[in-house]
């Protein structure tokens, strides 16, 4: 697969993750790094879920970004993004 792909592929990419995320989540109560960061395996290349490194990364074979976690803020502390509340 080249560096750079088309949206179609990105889509399928991103729906092969997210459905990957989902069987994960039904096999386990809480989804940690040890859980992520074997990543997952499309069209017989290994993509990445997460980068401990950064929240919101872009995979290298992808063309846009995968963000499959979020923060839950402390009851008090200051809500950044939307999806906190």
Do not use: C
């Not at 080249?2 to 990419?13: A, H, M, P, V, W």
Request: proline share 7%; charged share 20%.
């Amino acid at each position: 697969m080249g560096s750079i792909i088309s949206e179609n592929t990105d889509t399928l990419i991103r729906m092969a993750a997210f459905n990957h995320v989902r069987r994960l989540g039904e096999i386990h109560d809480h989804l940690t790094a040890a859980e992520l960061n074997p990543g997952f395996v499309f069209q017989g290349e290994r993509f990445p879920l997460i980068n401990p490194q950064r929240g919101i990364f872009k995979p290298q074979q992808m063309r846009y970004l995968l963000s499959i976690k979020t923060v839950f803020p402390k009851p008090g502390a200051k809500v950044w993004y939307d999806d906190q509340r």
